[in-house]
């Protein structure tokens, strides 16, 4: 079945560790995002990416990296510069076929939730 | 002015019951408007697509843009126990990634 799949479901991380959230999708979508999901406030996008090993900053990316090596994967760490990490971590991808321009129908795995412990 | 703006809610209505659900925006090179659905620690899953101003029906969901007043609406007929979830509007202008609203959580109680 197609589709994108995140891991792990659940994540704990201590003070001042980094972590990385894995993000894999098998739709062949050009584009991929990862948002987060803090209760109260809606998805609020961390990074996105249009092309393979091009990614840009969205409205909250301090204290988050991300690489995009293969069409499919979109990894997200989380570093301990990120001084409020506890949330709900969605990661999305949609089709792009036109350069510059994302196939607005974004598609979304089923999160990561992350607590600091 | 925050771009999109919807009622959180909580939104309670009875079984059988239509339900409107709305977000506001303000940039007006906003042209792609999308419902998603999301139980409870689940990802969310889209609703309903729709380009411009005018209806989409599908089953029960129906979505309306008003582009000259910036307004979006999801009406949900015969509501369900099963619509039980937070409803998100995502609006976008084609080359932006999606920006959503903050989500309204509906209880459908039978």
């Known amino acids: 079945d197609g589709g994108i799949t995140q891991s792990p479901k659940y994540l704990f991380r201590k003070e001042g560790q980094n972590v990385t959230l894995s993000c894999e999708q098998n739709?062949?979508?050009?584009?991929m995002y990862w948002y987060r999901q803090d209760p109260g406030q809606g998805l609020r996008l961390i990074y996105y990416s249009q092309i393979v090993n091009d990614f840009q900053k969205g409205d909250i990316a301090e204290g988050y990296s991300v690489s995009r090596e293969k069409k499919e994967s979109f990894p997200l760490t989380v570093t301990s510069a990120q001084k409020n990490p506890t949330a709900f971590y969605l990661c999305?991808?949609?089709?792009?076929?036109?350069?510059?321009?994302?196939?607005?129908?974004?598609?979304f795995g089923q999160g990561t939730r992350l607590t600091v412990v | 002015q925050k771009e999109v703006e919807q009622d959180p809610g909580p939104l309670s209505v009875p079984e059988g019951a239509i339900v409107s659900l709305n977000c506001t925006y303000s940039?007006?090179?906003?042209?792609?408007f999308m419902w998603y659905r999301q139980y409870s620690r689940k990802g969310p899953e889209l609703l309903m697509y729709?380009?411009?101003?005018g209806n989409k029906e599908d089953g029960r969901f129906t979505a309306q843009v008003d582009k000259s007043s910036k307004y979006i609406s999801l009406f949900i007929r015969d509501s369900q126990p099963s619509d039980s979830a937070t409803y998100l509007c995502a609006i976008s202008s084609g080359n932006t990634p999606l920006v959503f609203g903050k989500g309204t959580r509906l209880s459908v109680i039978a």
């Open positions: 729709t380009y411009s101003s």
């Open positions: 940039n007006s090179a906003f042209q792609y």
């Open positions: 739709l062949n979508h050009d584009a």
């Open positions: 999305a991808s949609s089709k792009a076929p036109i350069q510059g321009y994302m196939n607005t129908e974004a598609f």
